[in-house]
């Protein structure tokens, strides 16, 4: 399974922030960043914490919408590393309801929505090419 690693999630912040690499960086809580791409591969030996692909996307974004690790855009961050995630996995996500989409990651971003709750939302969202 291909993750989003740092360094990539700095790229999607600057072009969500419209700023350089360096700036988006410096925008950022490195450790929260880190956590949050680290969390939906969590685990011991061979148990994983998250073991289905929707809720490894789900816990991405949600993490980094919650943890808030850019002074700024975490919304949109968190959505376009979800979407990244799984598009580089081979899959496809449902981005169709803009206001759908922009009301659930505001409530992950506050609280309001849990993250089981969001893993659900994304769940209906992720959708596999007939191709496969």
Do not use: C
Not at 41 to 58: I, L, S
Not at 72 to 84: F, P, S, V, Y
Not at 101 to 125: C, K, P, R, T, Y
């Amino acid at each position: 399974m291909q993750q989003v690693a740092l360094g990539e999630l700095i790229e999607i912040a600057s072009q969500v922030l419209a700023v350089d690499r360096a700036t988006a960086r410096s925008m950022m809580n490195i450790p929260l960043a880190e956590s949050a791409l680290g969390a939906p591969f969590a685990g011991f030996g061979d148990f994983e914490r998250y073991p289905t692909f929707n809720e490894k996307v789900g816990v991405l974004g949600y993490r980094i919408a919650r943890n808030h690790v850019l002074t700024d855009g975490n919304k949109r961050t968190a959505l376009l590393a979800m979407i990244e995630f799984v598009e580089r996995n081979g899959h496809l996500f449902d981005d169709a309801d803009q206001d759908d989409i922009g009301d659930v990651m505001e409530a992950a971003a506050e609280g309001s929505v849990s993250e089981l709750g969001f893993i659900a939302w994304v769940g209906e969202h992720i959708k596999t090419p007939s191709h496969r």
